[in-house]
């Protein structure tokens, strides 16, 4: 691990407000740098500034209003960031990040923490910023799980997984992440952590929905382990690298803290499906966004090129897009597994 | 899958009368065959002969005694089957069949189903029978999870790994096991489904001890992780074989359906050692044994000539037999772990 001097320490903004993003402020603010927070929501940069709490997620985490800046300007966040953490919705990040002048991206290194892909334009972060923003490659990398941010705010030893096209600004970030409840290590990896965080979510649409029509642990067990064949089938064609070991924290272990966790939305969400809510319905009455719902029609858009045998993808696409019922597409994913 | 026409069905034995046991008798039920069904105590025979269900173990599957003949006559059972399913603790096993006569074994088929090695031996069980009984290789075989019994009883989905020395051996037990709610298949890798088998009794212990100590969803999920590449790590010395996809559901599933499930007696006896009772007190508290306990002791001993890198193989070690504390040890597993 790198040891970096105090003076040194890079600026840092974080782009987002939700639980994730709000954990990485917590994290980062173990480290004697300056962070530049933003959110969309003057209300809620006023209560942070006021009371030195997140009013909507993970409210127990105390801000350090001394290393901490809330604040609503983005282009005034990111010019005055080295860092740039995206811990944001893939479904927001097109329309948060299109009034900020190009100017500002120059030189910046670019980090998702974003577990999705950017929908209709069916690409990981990674490419998105490559190619819709003209960030250069070199500034380009992921923080990957596993990791709920709830056992972050209780201080729970985690680990996290970092990865950029230039390794020495992964080393950088890394060491701004160690604490001592936050394990981080370097891997070189980017798209692939970024297809397999992708795919983990469709995963757990897939455990919901059974675990919603009653299946069980010795099912879910079979599923999550022909999953982690079909994620390295998928990984194999469309993020090629010979020296990936899909059995590392930031592949297997960020699929099982979400395919296990009874907090996991995707599951949840699936879980409704396979009650027989419709997706709709479903959506509504849990008021928040999936990123499985969306990832898994880019995906499939992505492999209609690449034609990679994807059951389990098949599965919870045929009843969230095809308009098939669980009952009958359990049948089918039941004989393709084994 | 094979198609074995009725009357060409050999006779089964199965030798144990716990709820694994209990569960291979209820799926082999579902075929028209015979089934020898071995079991130490003339009550429980009593019992079952009488009212058709186990007294003891899953007392809720009803036994059907059209097909089921329950004794207490090891050498007969053997003499009268073809096939023979041993599924009792495996410290039990060398103490069940040193009566058998040598006779007996000749061209019968043993499957294990027993997830652990013979204590003091420190043998996984293809090699017990091989080097003690003189059974022949081709003669040997097993049968992988991921399967709690208990969800077999609720006649939930599940799926059995079958693989033999001989695979025409291997399709026949598959094809046996296969009914409406068990899918069976076959692969070829006798030692390393028994010895991912054992290591994951060990991995659970090591999930229950973490989890006594407080350690949240996200450390368990980088200890899984973690523990893949460990038993990789071990497999490939101790049983090499450079078609193994340690992502089948006999070695992930295996240790995920142990790894996550409360109800495993290992992690509840990892949880007891993690939360500070003594290996003998939580031993006493529970009543039954945790396979890990023993398989951790010979595994290490086993190790003591490889020398191969298991970092949470010895955390358990150390705790259970070095005398350390869990505390002590987490600090190291922690910063071994990635």
Redesign the interface.
Same mark, same amino acid.
């Given at each position: 691990m790198l040891d970096l001097p105090s003076a040194h320490m890079p600026t840092v903004a974080v782009i987002g407000s939700g639980s994730w993003a709000t954990a990485i402020v917590k994290i980062l603010s173990e480290r004697p740098i300056k962070i530049n927070w933003w959110m969309r929501s003057e209300e809620s940069v006023k209560h942070i500034k006021a009371f030195a709490h997140n009013p909507k997620y993970l409210s127990d985490v105390q801000i350090d209003l001394n290393k901490v800046a809330p604040t609503t300007n983005l282009n005034k966040t990111i010019e005055e960031s080295k860092y740039i953490i995206l811990a944001l919705p893939a479904a927001f990040i097109h329309q948060a990040l299109k009034d900020v002048k190009e100017s500002q991206w120059k030189g910046k290194k670019f980090f998702s923490a974003i577990k999705g892909m950017i929908p209709d334009k069916h690409k990981i972060i990674s490419d998105y910023l490559k190619d819709e923003h003209d960030i250069s490659k070199k500034n380009l990398g992921v923080i990957g799980?596993?990791? $709920?941010s709830e056992? /972050?705010a209780?201080e729970? %030893?985690? *680990?996290l997984?970092i990865s950029a096209i230039d390794p020495k600004h992964a080393e950088i970030l890394a060491h701004l992440l160690n604490c001592r409840y936050i394990?981080t $290590?370097v891997i070189d990896d980017v798209a692939g952590i970024e297809y397999a965080a992708v795919m983990k979510n469709i995963i757990s649409l897939a455990v919901g929905i059974t675990r919603g029509m009653? *299946?069980? =642990? #010795?099912? %879910? !067990? /079979?599923l /999550? !382990? #022909?999953a982690? %064949?079909e994620i390295?089938r998928f990984l194999d064609i469309v993020a090629p690298f010979n020296k990936r =070991? @899909? #059995?590392?924290?930031a *592949? @297997?272990? =960020?699929l099982? /803290?979400t395919a *296990?966790?009874q907090f996991s939305r995707n599951r949840i969400f699936g879980q409704m499906i396979g009650k027989g809510y419709t997706a709709k319905s479903a959506q509504l009455e849990m008021n928040m966004i999936a990123e499985g719902y969306y990832a898994v029609k880019s995906l499939m858009e992505i492999n209609k090129k690449h034609k990679v045998d994807l059951p389990i993808c098949e599965f919870v696409y045929n009843i969230l897009y095809g308009n098939q019922s669980p009952t009958r597409e359990i049948r089918v994913l039941? !004989?393709r597994?084994?």
């Amino acid at each position: 691990m790198l040891d970096l001097p105090s003076a040194h320490m890079p600026t840092v903004a974080v782009i987002g407000s939700g639980s994730w993003a709000t954990a990485i402020v917590k994290i980062l603010s173990e480290r004697p740098i300056k962070i530049n927070w933003w959110m969309r929501s003057e209300e809620s940069v006023k209560h942070i500034k006021a009371f030195a709490h997140n009013p909507k997620y993970l409210s127990d985490v105390q801000i350090d209003l001394n290393k901490v800046a809330p604040t609503t300007n983005l282009n005034k966040t990111i010019e005055e960031s080295k860092y740039i953490i995206l811990a944001l919705p893939a479904a927001f990040i097109h329309q948060a990040l299109k009034d900020v002048k190009e100017s500002q991206w120059k030189g910046k290194k670019f980090f998702s923490a974003i577990k999705g892909m950017i929908p209709d334009k069916h690409k990981i972060i990674s490419d998105y910023l490559k190619d819709e923003h003209d960030i250069s490659k070199k500034n380009l990398g992921v923080i990957g799980g596993p990791c $709920h941010s709830e056992e /972050v705010a209780l201080e729970r %030893q985690s *680990y996290l997984t970092i990865s950029a096209i230039d390794p020495k600004h992964a080393e950088i970030l890394a060491h701004l992440l160690n604490c001592r409840y936050i394990h981080t $290590h370097v891997i070189d990896d980017v798209a692939g952590i970024e297809y397999a965080a992708v795919m983990k979510n469709i995963i757990s649409l897939a455990v919901g929905i059974t675990r919603g029509m009653n *299946y069980g =642990d #010795n099912f %879910q !067990a /079979v599923l /999550v !382990a #022909n999953a982690m %064949q079909e994620i390295k089938r998928f990984l194999d064609i469309v993020a090629p690298f010979n020296k990936r =070991d @899909l #059995n590392e924290s930031a *592949y @297997l272990g =960020d699929l099982l /803290v979400t395919a *296990y966790s009874q907090f996991s939305r995707n599951r949840i969400f699936g879980q409704m499906i396979g009650k027989g809510y419709t997706a709709k319905s479903a959506q509504l009455e849990m008021n928040m966004i999936a990123e499985g719902y969306y990832a898994v029609k880019s995906l499939m858009e992505i492999n209609k090129k690449h034609k990679v045998d994807l059951p389990i993808c098949e599965f919870v696409y045929n009843i969230l897009y095809g308009n098939q019922s669980p009952t009958r597409e359990i049948r089918v994913l039941e !004989a393709r597994l084994k």
